[in-house]
């Protein structure tokens, strides 16, 4: 079945650690993104991608950088220089950007600093 | 005025009953919408794109309203399986091909 695997579920960062949460599709799809929740809050938006090789910040890159090297790969790393990375973080794939698709997510990944 | 607002919750609505979930956006130019549904510390997932002509898919229906900028779900004869998040989202393409999703309406069903 295709879909949308993150890895891990859950993940402890120490201080100062930089540490890569991974997102693979297997549905073909041109975009992807990583979006970020608090409690209680809305999804908001990391980064997402358009096509292999291009990338573009979205409302909270601060602190976080991604890669796209391969179609079915976005994975997302969280440096040191993000202060409060305790959240729920989502993947999501859709067919284009600009389009009327739906996103699909993956089951996300949990962070907490230790 | 955000750009995506839902109304706040929690509902805690009894089983069998109607509740209407609305939701507000900001740009006129939004050209996509639709109703996510998130189990808690789970990923969201679609439940219905809002079409301008209003559209239903059993107990649920959805509609948009361009002129006053809103968009609403109705679920009907609710069922202790609907307890859930609902998030409003909106694809507004002409800022910079963002999706905006608004914080989500908690949902409790109550027996």
């Known amino acids: 079945d295709g879909g949308i695997t993150q890895s891990p579920k859950y993940l402890f960062r120490k201080e100062g650690q930089n540490v890569t949460l991974s997102c693979e599709q297997n549905?073909?799809?041109?975009?992807m993104y990583w979006y970020r929740q608090d409690p209680g809050q809305g999804l908001r938006l990391i980064y997402y991608?358009?096509?292999?090789?291009?990338?573009q910040k979205g409302d909270i890159a601060e602190g976080y950088s991604v890669s796209r090297e391969k179609k079915e790969s976005f994975p997302l790393t969280v440096t040191s220089a993000q202060k409060n990375p305790t959240a729920f973080y989502l993947c999501?794939?859709?067919?284009?950007?600009?389009?009327?698709?739906?996103?699909?997510f993956g089951s996300g990944t949990q962070l907490s600093v230790l | 005025r955000k750009e995506v607002e839902q109304d706040p919750g929690p509902f805690n609505v009894p089983e069998g009953a109607t509740v209407a979930f609305n939701c507000t956006y900001s740009?006129?130019?939004?050209?996509?919408f639709f109703w996510y549904r998130q189990d808690c510390r789970k990923e969201p997932k679609l439940l219905m794109s809002?079409?301008?002509s209003g559209n239903e898919d059993g107990r649920f229906t959805a509609q948009l309203n361009r002129a006053s900028q809103y968009i609403s779900l109705l679920i009907r004869d609710s069922k202790l399986s609907d307890s859930a998040t609902y998030l409003c989202?909106?694809?507004?393409?002409?800022?910079?091909?963002?999706?905006?999703f608004g914080k989500g309406t908690r949902l409790h069903i109550l027996p």
């Open positions: 991608s358009q096509i292999v090789n291009d990338f």
């Open positions: 549905l073909n799809h041109d975009a």
């Open positions: 989202v909106v694809n507004m393409l002409f800022r910079d091909d963002k999706i905006i």
């Open positions: 740009n006129s130019a939004s050209q996509s």
């Open positions: 999501a794939s859709s067919i284009t950007v600009r389009t009327n698709e739906k996103l699909f």
């Open positions: 809002v079409y301008s």
